[in-house]
């Protein structure tokens, strides 16, 4: 990117990103910025403070102020701050990690999914008055039933329902097993010499509980009858102390009991009816794919939190975790991440700690087939690109459906198609993140610098969409990159392709990508920048822009390729496109390939064409374009393509950089250039100039909107000259005569006004201005010269006097014409006859006769004729009161000669 296209704001903001990123925080202060932009340090504090009250950054008071990127925090961290200004970093971090903010249930995962129901049930059993109801929590081991036990009691001093000061007690049954009277002991209390090594009173838990919570875990542990003691206290809140059975003690406490064991079995019926709820609590792999991922999220959290450094965890650990069942559940998984973090740890020398598929823990490893492991491609990812998203079905549907299109013509109108659905998806979300509108400036920034040099259009909505896109993917989710890692090779596929058929597009769109990558860090992989790709098809396809266009055509394996890729480097811009050919190609394969090309990449302005050897005029007459500019430059070298790839970069015209190659006259160079001709057609009549202005008129009136074809009217016995159109050749491209009679000129298309009236004109039209508009124009400049040129329309249109009745007697006299000659004229002479002869005879009416034979012995030669004309158009004359001059009838007579 330009220095000069992004702001100094912006330089700071993509600094502070940096900084950031790398988790140097303690950097982010304007004594260090000043530094490293080499800025005063009053500058770069006053861009800080305006940065700061466009909340674009928050401050940490500290000594010094640190400054820090808003949205950078907000999307790592998933969440709105909730202040522009905070003490300490630590005060900061504290929010970041809910370290202030979750509360008992909060806290536990799957609060709002899958545990819902659950969280429901307990809170309302606890509330139960006066004391709550005892329950159960019956799962496999490690679901989170302790876990539960604990936020339970928060959630009763939460809310009030016990005083912070009373006890959660646990006591797990199993540690007893072997033991049950201490259990019982324990747990009810015991006087003095109750038993061997009672040396004292001792109240029991029930007692510590009393006012608080009890948990009572593993308690199919419990034997028969400390289960029976039990019952009594939940019936009455009163128990005898073991060694005591005169005094009652009291005590009321919210009593949880948890259980891996079916409790119909392992407990007494008479105890579990003293248990009103049972919860069923689900295992790990009940909990769905998002809330498992959000475990690992957060247990790997807590690690980083724990080691003080930034995990970066291994995709195929991922995967591997993801994937495996855990049949110690949560609990399983978090004994994994940590002896995991252990083994990674054990390794780290730096302030990441990198989790490889070699620190999990045997148990999974073995469990894996590792020769695969090995094959795979993975990468080190941070843990906030493995957060879940919502709407990863979305993105995994696109990029199928993308992979799935059919790989021909069709692909280029599917694929767009496709990525239009996906990012109307996308922008149309409402929750839009600042840092897209960050990303979108910085991409319009891109594409201005790159849009003119190019030739191309977009949007502002484009560029959003796309912003949105390439932000949505670098928070991408693991399951989004394990959908691209299953179709790795499907992924490499696709961008061959588009390397190999979309060559310009898809490098202008590396351009794009390596800018994002590289100064705005954003994380851009093989599917990004097949997309990015598709997007620059879309932006070329619509622009319909004027492009300028330099090939480099040459005969060898790589030749071509090599140059256009130095020079591309050098001038740090995608100028070049290449064609490598065989050394034995001929100049009409050559021509072939380059129309072949062309016709490709569409409305060429300007065109460099940069060949190793073959004849240039040979190559020119060959091409299928002169819409263009062209330069043909042969002998080409890299020093060449330098300098004229220079000249495009600065937009020059392909004169000037054609003179200034020439000037420094160093090359073996030769050089064609080919102006481009402005298209016209020509309006000329055999009935005057009056008659070619109306004919221009009407096939002016019948060419669609926006049609940028000039027509002019020439004069018909100037036009046949032929130094009149040698010159007209010379200087303009002519598309087609269109007039009453052929001017026979060979280098000159030419449409009769009658074969337009008789529809006989559809396929000469198609033909001759087939190239100057676009199909869907096409169909309307045809159906325009269908309603137009209707002989009513052309009379009304050609004449003053009353078209109905000038036509009338005109067409007695042909016909009477044709009855003398004994001859019957074909439609078009007889309706180009009417034309022609309506407008003679309007021209004699105002005096505007044709005065000059082109044939000057025409009277002697053709007598007969003259008389003829003038006895079959007796009744013309006589109604209009004029005289046929010869000169007239000699353009009568042409017409029928070429019947
Ligand atoms: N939903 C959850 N959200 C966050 N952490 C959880 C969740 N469920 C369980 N854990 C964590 O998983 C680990 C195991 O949970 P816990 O010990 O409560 O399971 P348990 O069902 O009591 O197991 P056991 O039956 O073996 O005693 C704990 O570290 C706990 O903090």
Request: proline content about 2%; hydrophobic content about 35%; glycine content about 4%.
């Amino acid at each position: 990117m330009n220095d000069e296209v992004i702001s100094l704001k912006e330089k700071i903001m993509l600094l502070i990103n940096g900084r950031m990123d790398q988790n140097s925080y303690d950097e982010c202060q304007s004594i260090q910025l000043s530094k490293e932009l080499k800025l005063s340090r009053n500058q770069v504090t006053r861009l800080l403070n305006e940065l700061f009250n466009d909340k674009k950054l928050i401050k940490i008071k500290t000594s010094p102020v640190l400054y820090l990127s808003r949205g950078s925090l907000e999307s790592k961290y998933k969440k709105k701050l909730s202040s522009d200004e905070y003490k300490s970093l630590d005060e900061l971090e504290a929010e970041l990690n809910n370290q202030t903010e979750l509360k008992n249930f909060e806290k536990l995962i799957g609060s709002n999914e899958s545990m819902y129901q659950i969280v429901e049930k307990i809170k309302a059993t606890v509330s139960y008055p006066p004391v709550g109801l005892p329950m159960l929590f019956y799962g496999p081991t490690g679901t989170g039933k302790s876990f539960m036990a604990k936020l339970t009691y928060e959630y009763c001093v939460d809310t009030g329902l016990i005083d912070a000061s009373k006890n959660f007690v646990q006591v797990n049954c199993s540690e007893y097993a072997n033991n049950p009277e201490l259990l019982t002991a324990n747990l009810f209390g015991y006087k003095k010499g109750a038993f061997t090594g009672a040396d004292s009173d001792n109240l029991g838990l029930l007692h510590f509980a009393d006012g608080g919570v009890l948990f009572l875990d593993e308690v199919h542990c419990l034997n028969a009858e400390c289960q029976e003691k039990l019952f009594l206290y939940m019936d009455q809140g009163i128990y005898h102390l073991v060694g005591d059975n005169n005094k009652w003690y009291k005590s009321k406490c919210r009593i949880i009991f948890a259980t891996t064991e079916a409790p119909q079995k392992a407990l007494l019926k008479t105890f579990l009816r003293r248990i009103p709820v049972i919860l069923t609590i689900p295992s790990l792999a009940q909990r769905g794919e998002n809330e498992k991922l959000e475990l690992m999220y957060s247990f790997l959290k807590n690690e980083e939190k724990r080691v003080g450094k930034t995990i970066l965890i291994s995709s195929n650990v991922y995967e591997l975790l993801l994937n495996h069942t855990f049949v110690g559940n949560i609990g399983e998984l978090t004994n994994t991440i940590q002896a995991s973090c252990v083994s990674a740890l054990y390794k780290s020398n730096s302030d990441t700690l990198e989790i490889h598929a070699y620190d999990l823990p045997d148990s999974i490893r073995n469990s894996i087939d590792v020769s695969s492991m090995i094959m795979k491609k993975h990468k080190l990812v941070s843990l906030n690109t493995l957060l879940p998203v919502s709407d990863q079905g979305i993105i995994k549907d696109f990029y199928q459906s993308l992979i799935n299109l059919k790989r021909d013509q069709s692909f280029a109108v599917n694929a767009q198609n496709t990525v239009d659905r996906y990012f109307e998806k996308l922008i149309f979300n409402d929750n839009r993140a600042d840092s897209i509108d960050y990303l979108t400036n910085y991409l319009e920034k891109i594409f201005n610098n790159i849009t003119e040099h190019y030739g191309f259009r977009t949007s502002h909505n484009e560029l959003i969409a796309l912003a949105t896109y390439v932000s949505e993917f670098s928070k991408n989710t693991y399951l989004t990159n394990n959908w691209i890692n299953e179709n790795y090779d499907e992924v490499k596929n696709l961008k061959k392709y588009l390397k190999l058929e979309f060559h310009r597009e898809y490098e202008i769109g590396q351009e794009v990508s390596h800018y994002l990558k590289n100064n705005m860090n954003q994380d851009i992989d093989d599917f990004v920048e097949c997309i990015i790709c598709i997007c620059m098809i879309k932006y070329f396809a619509h622009s319909g822009e004027d492009l300028t266009i330099a090939v480099i055509i040459a005969h060898g394996y790589s030749t071509a390729s090599s140059i256009a890729e130095a020079a591309n480097r050098m001038l740090n811009s995608y100028i070049f496109d290449a064609i490598d050919m065989p050394l034995d190609v001929d100049i009409q394969t050559i021509t072939r390939k380059i129309n072949d090309y062309i016709a490709h990449v569409g409305n060429i302005s300007k065109l460099y064409l940069l060949v190793d050897m073959g004849s240039l005029e040979e190559i020119y007459q060959g091409l299928d374009t002169s819409n263009a500019d062209i330069a043909l430059v042969n002998n080409i070298n890299t020093k060449c393509a330098l300098e004229i790839g220079q000249g495009i970069k600065l937009n020059k015209t392909v004169t000037e950089v054609i003179d200034s190659i020439l000037k420094e006259n160093i090359y073996k160079t030769h050089v064609e250039l080919k102006k481009k001709k402005e298209p016209i057609v020509i309006c000329s009549c055999a009935s005057g100039i009056g008659t070619a202005n109306k004919i221009k008129e009407i096939l002016f009136n019948s060419l669609p909107e926006d049609s940028n074809l000039k027509i002019i009217t020439y004069d018909y016995s100037a036009l046949i000259r032929k130094q009149v159109y040698d010159q007209l050749m010379n200087d303009y491209e002519v598309v087609c005569v269109i007039g009453t009679l052929d001017p026979n000129i060979e280098s000159m298309k030419y449409i009769g006004i009658q074969e337009l009236i008789i529809n006989e004109g559809q396929n000469a039209i198609e033909v001759y201005f087939g190239k100057y508009m676009t199909q869907a124009k096409m169909e309307i400049f045809e159906k325009n010269i269908l309603r137009n040129f209707t002989l009513s329309n052309v009379m009304n249109n050609l004449t003053i006097l009353n078209p109905d009745k000038l036509l009338e007697h005109v067409a007695k006299g042909i016909d009477h014409l044709q009855n003398i000659l004994h001859k019957r004229f074909k439609n078009r002479t007889c309706f180009g006859l009417y034309v022609h002869i309506c407008c003679l005879v309007e021209r004699l009416v105002t005096r505007q006769a044709i005065s000059n034979f082109t044939d000057q012995d025409f009277k002697e030669k053709h007598q007969e004729f003259i008389d003829q004309v003038n006895i079959s158009m007796k009744d013309v004359k006589t109604y209009y009161n004029v005289e046929i001059p010869d000169e007239e009838i000699e353009y009568i007579y042409n017409y029928i000669i070429n019947d």
